[in-house]
């Protein structure tokens, strides 16, 4: 499975971005496609996934703010971010993963700048 992100950038606290993720392989029963992101200094955390079924979780702090979708039929995940505040600064990641495995799939990492 190969994944390929996009978006990311800079923006004001306050302001809003979307990721993008499409994922192309083979791919095929369940699964898990979601966002991971690192800060300078910290461990990679999960930030939000959304199941083949549908099934969604999010990190606490994002909650309310971040909003993950995904189209079946094309293999991709977005991620709306909104209110992002300064803490929200980090690499994020895709990730994929098939739930019979403990293999995880990661795209290039995008980097999101949140500034005062």
């Known amino acids: 499975v190969q994944l390929q992100a996009s978006g990311g950038g800079l923006v004001q606290a306050g302001g809003s971005l979307r990721l993008s993720c499409a994922a192309s392989?083979?791919?095929?029963?369940?699964?898990?496609m979601g966002w991971y992101r690192q800060a300078p200094g910290k461990e990679r955390e999960l930030v939000t996934d959304?199941?083949?079924?549908?099934?969604?979780e999010y990190k606490d702090s994002v909650k309310g703010r971040f909003t993950i979708s995904r189209d079946g039929a094309k293999n991709t995940v977005s991620l709306q971010m909104n209110s992002l505040k300064l803490e929200d600064t980090a690499v994020y990641y895709c990730?994929?993963?098939?739930?019979?495995?403990?293999?995880?799939?990661w795209g290039q990492g995008t980097l999101v700048t949140v500034s005062s």
């Open positions: 990730n994929f993963r098939f739930l019979c495995s403990t293999q995880n799939y």
């Open positions: 392989g083979i791919i095929f029963g369940d699964n898990s």
């Open positions: 959304i199941l083949s079924g549908g099934s969604t």
